[in-house]
């Protein structure tokens, strides 16, 4: 007995040095794709931000929105302090849930709401109902992993080709036609989509559908449609995939790829020259997109077969979802505050290093003055 | 732990009134552990019901089988879901690990009790015990990093010389499959059937050791014939405590597997899907309805276990019948 307590004090030592050692190990490996500095511009910030309100701001959804969301809480906070916002990522369907059942004072989405949200949106609205209010966009990068080919050229129809299976190795004629340069391996093409259901895939398959109607039969939607390929859990888990199998390729929000350093490929649109995946190139699209929406609704379809010069067709819009009419009272001088400053011209510009793409000026115009006539 | 012995033991005391000096201590504690004791059939029944609430809810509204079914789209209209490749993946998974772990785990009990030298068994005990201390999550990302793409070579090599056998053809690619995730889950579940494994046997009577010892059995025959058969019930109810966590095993499995809504034989092939992991994946983006479907392959995952742990408590059960001739 007392042989074996000596032995455990000792072992008890050699262990917490080992957890020890385990944890700093642990905290080097994880890669922070919320990165990005935000202390830079605070002191300038808190001069334009106008305050309004107080007390906290509940708020929540899309997931996509989060570093966005955070950085635009952290500058708002700094500069109006009676304001804490408090944002919960939950997904898409939860935040418009949350929303429609009056607990939170507006909503991210990755997609405009459905008319049966709509409709029950108008029983907490009074006298009004939830609008959709467009706040930044951002490219979803093709991704991939071919040993010597760094500028690799695809088109919709090739891309829902190779998700569909349909394409399966890298030397395939329809590939080799885009890259007449490149010198494409004989392997096998690995294709990596979400496991879990996402805003990412919708968007994707949105694109494939529009794009190539001839190759892609599946509809849209937030799960993955075909048994083709490979799958992995959340943008994290796909890029990490992505880096590390030969021969792969995948989708991912830009940050993933550029954090991941995984090259993204070009997509022909049948505009002249390839379009790169970039913020700037995202806002392109954006600003060829049309207003669907009625009214103070600003409910945006985006054209996936854009021709227009550098416009990146492959591209998520977010929104924030708020009462056109009848928001709740205590928390509206709040809610119309940070949303202001959301779409104001110094909060979109805090996108960028985020691998967000800000609205072009003339959308963001429009949602500021919604923003000024919410009530 | 059963720890019969050959001396009949008297009967435990009846927990009844006269055990009771009647002084307010022993009626708070006695009050106390009753509390506890009720308390928990009362959480799991309640946990019963909620799941079988639930449940029902969602699996009046399916459209397809719910036991036949591979997809699982809840979300959908009509939803549509069924738990066909989620059974046979959770199960799948959790004998691949159970047959990695349970040997592995009894040798290095019998080594830490029976074979290594004093200095040497605490340590190695305790780095086991620290196996356990790993949160699942940093298992999985160790899984897709590193043992991920390690394994395509051993794969290519078992496809080389079992592919005949069909289950073991490998096609190349990231090894994301479930014999991956079940290699991943024996690493997990090694600690846990190690130390029950390690207790039992260092309680194996040392007289009947020393006879068999004096018998002229060597280290082998002693273990064979005094250890082992004293253990034994031990080491199933440890083997189960591991299946256990094995079967419900979620993040780990959610960030190694490629889940799909295929049912194949081939476990080196990527696919499939467990019921802890797809609950993790569809969790995040499922409307109420679709909450409840996956309540509803919770629920199947409760009554799975709870049938393990019923035979594991049957065969225990019956082996004590021979234990008292045994030990």
């Known amino acids: 007995m007392k042989l074996q307590r000596k032995n455990r004090l000792r072992a008890v030592t050699l262990g917490a040095v080992a957890v020890s050692g385990a944890l700093v190990l642990t905290a080097c490996g994880s890669d922070d794709n919320a990165g990005g500095g935000g202390d830079k511009g605070n002191a300038g910030a808190a001069s334009k931000i106008k305050c309004a309100g107080e007390g906290q701001l509940l708020a929540a959804g899309s997931t996509a929105q989060k570093n966005a969301i955070d950085q635009w809480s952290k500058d708002y906070s700094a500069a109006c302090s009676g304001v804490t916002i408090n944002y919960q ?68 129809d090739t891309l829902a080709k190779i998700f569909d299976g349909k394409i399966t190795k890298w030397n395939d004629a329809a590939i080799k036609k885009l890259n007449p340069e490149a010198k494409l391996p004989g392997s096998k093409i690995q294709a990596f989509h979400r496991s879990d259901e996402s805003g990412t895939t919708d968007n994707l398959t949105k694109y494939l559908q529009a794009a190539a109607p001839k190759s892609w039969k599946y509809e849209p939607d937030k799960k993955w449609p075909n048994q083709s390929g490979q799958a992995a859990d959340g943008s994290s888990g796909v890029a990490s995939q992505v880096k590390q199998t030969a021969g792969s390729i995948s989708y991912v929000e830009l940050s993933y790829a550029t954090g991941n350093e995984i090259p993204t490929a070009k997509i022909d649109t049948g505009a002249g020259e390839p379009v790169e995946a970039s913020t700037d190139n995202a806002s392109k699209a954006i600003a060829a997109a049309k207003v669907t929406g009625k009214g103070n609704d600003l409910a945006m379809e985006l054209d996936y077969t854009t021709k227009a010069a550098s416009a990146y067709p492959i591209t998520l819009l977010t929104y924030e979802i708020a009462c056109d009419k009848g928001n709740k009272a205590e928390t509206l001088k709040a809610t119309k505050s940070f949303l202001a400053y959301a779409a104001s011209e110094q909060g979109q510009s805090s996108l960028v290093k985020l691998g967000y793409a800000p609205l072009p000026a003339e959308v963001a115009t429009k949602v500021r003055s919604t923003v000024n006539s919410l009530s | ?59 009046s509204e399916n459209e397809g089988n719910f036991f036949t079914t591979f997809e699982w789209n809840a979300n959908a209209t009509p939803p549509s879901f069924g738990i066909a490749v989620l059974v046979f993946g959770t199960i799948v998974s959790s004998v691949i690990a159970m047959v990695i772990a349970v040997p592995v785990a009894v040798g290095i009990a019998l080594f830490i009790t029976h074979y290594a030298p004093r200095k040497l068994s605490g340590p190695i005990a305790y780095v086991i015990d620290l196996l356990a201390a790993v949160p699942s999550i940093v298992y999985g990302l160790w899984g897709a990093l590193f043992l991920v793409p390690h394994l395509t070579g051993f794969y290519s090599w078992l496809n080389d010389y079992f592919g005949w056998t069909g289950f073991l053809e490998y096609q190349g690619g990231a090894p994301r499959s479930l014999m991956t995730v079940g290699i991943l889950l024996a690493v997990m579940i090694l600690p846990i059937i190690t130390n029950v494994s390690r207790e039992v046997f260092a309680q194996a009577p040392k007289m009947q050791e020393e006879a068999a010892l004096a018998l002229g059995a060597t280290r082998w025959e002693v273990i064979r014939m005094a250890v082992i058969p004293f253990g ?83 065969i225990i059960a019956r082996r004590k019948e021979y234990s008292g001739a045994n030990a």
């Open chain 1, 89 to 156: 990522a939950n997904g898409s369907g939860a935040g418009i849930e949350a929303f429609n059942s009056g607990k939170v004072s507006f909503a991210g989405s990755d997609s405009a709401m459905k008319p049966e949200e709509v409709a029950a949106s108008k029983k907490i609205c009074k006298g009004g109902q939830g609008v959709n209010l467009p706040m930044l966009g951002g490219p979803i990068a093709i991704t991939y992993n071919v040993e010597g080919v760094d500028d690799l050229v695809l088109d919709a």
């Open chain 2, 1 to 59: 732990m059963s720890t019969t012995t050959d001396t009949p033991v008297a009967p435990p005391p009846a927990p009844s009134e006269s055990t009771s000096t009647g002084r307010v201590g022993d009626k708070v504690f006695s009050g106390l552990s009753r509390g506890a004791g009720i308390l928990l059939l009362v959480i799991m029944a309640a946990i019963a019901v909620f799941l079988t609430v639930r449940a029902i809810n969602a699996i």
């Open chain 2, 232 to 314: 034994r019930s031990g080491v199933i109810s440890a083997s189960m405590l591991g299946l256990g966590r094995a079967l419900g095993e979620t993040m780990a499995v959610a960030t190694v597997l490629s889940p799909s809504a295929v049912l194949s034989a081939k476990i080196l092939d990527p696919g499939g899907g467990t019921f802890a992991q797809n609950i993790a994946s569809a969790f995040k983006e499922a409307g109420s309805f679709g909450r409840d479907a996956l309540i509803a392959s919770g629920l199947v995952l409760f009554v799975i276990t709870l049938i393990v742990n019923g035979a594991a408590r049957l």
